[in-house]
């Protein structure tokens, strides 16, 4: 299809990890981001992998691509209340300029 | 600080009457691009400019105008509002080439009665 899907809701128990998954569309997209919200604010970068890459980690954020299944995956260690907030994961099709955005995985952590 | 700047960030009105919400970027970013945001559809892209005087179409265009005279600035116009443009609004803008993907607004809350 042409949509970038992802769940829409994730509970997790502080301290544990979250995963939150997105599949997207064009298997030649150049380079896949990963956003935050938080409530009442706009879309914040957390960041982002080029397609020739399989994994990216910076601190407790570890980005996993499978390019063969479209599958893109952020891993939040041991996380925190802060990091409830709905993240939403976008592709750069390519010979595009634009963002295509998944419909956002609200993450809900229960202290 | 380098940021997007949106105004107003509430705003109701009536349907049928015109208004525009304005954006702005200090960050000489070539591309500009606004959004609405709705449960369930995640962000959706009403129009986009590559640079001054050029812009495009987006996934959701209907019922919206957009302008770009000058590169920080990239207003949103709609001539007669309806009550399903009531919506959550970004404007976002990104250098024209890069790694970087967008700088965000804080959103424009609309609702049309």
């Known amino acids: 299809g042409e949509d970038v899907e992802q769940s829409l809701f994730l509970s997790v128990r502080e301290g544990d990890s979250s995963v939150i998954n997105c599949t997207y569309t064009d298997s030649s997209s150049t380079y896949l981001y990963w956003y935050k919200q938080e409530p009442g604010a706009g879309l914040q970068l957390l960041t982002y992998i080029f397609s020739n890459m399989d994994m990216k980690q910076d601190q407790r954020l570890t980005v996993l691509l499978n390019k063969k299944d479209k599958h893109l995956s952020l891993r939040i260690a041991d996380t925190q209340t802060g990091d409830s907030a709905i993240y939403f994961c976008?592709?750069?099709?390519?010979?595009?300029?634009?963002?295509?955005f998944g419909t956002g995985t609200r993450l809900t952590v229960i202290p | 600080e380098a940021q997007v700047t949106q105004n107003p960030r509430y705003l109701i009105t009536v349907t049928g009457k015109k208004l525009t919400v304005t954006c702005s970027q200090n960050?000489?970013?070539?591309?500009m691009s606004w959004y609405r945001q709705d449960p369930g559809l995640g962000l959706r892209q009403i129009y986009y400019?590559?640079?001054?005087?050029?812009?495009d179409k987006g996934d959701v265009p209907e019922g919206y105008k957009v302008s770009r005279k000058e590169k920080r600035n990239f207003p949103l116009i709609l001539e007669s509002p309806s009550p399903n443009q009531t919506s959550l609004y970004f404007c976002?803008?990104?250098?024209?080439?890069?790694?970087?993907?967008?700088?965000f607004g804080s959103g424009t809350r609309l609702t049309v009665v």
């Open positions: 400019s590559m640079n001054v005087e050029v812009t």
């Open positions: 976002a803008s990104s250098p024209q080439t890069g790694t970087y993907g967008y700088t």
């Open positions: 976008a592709e750069r099709r390519t010979g595009a300029n634009n963002l295509f």
């Open positions: 960050m000489n970013h070539e591309y």
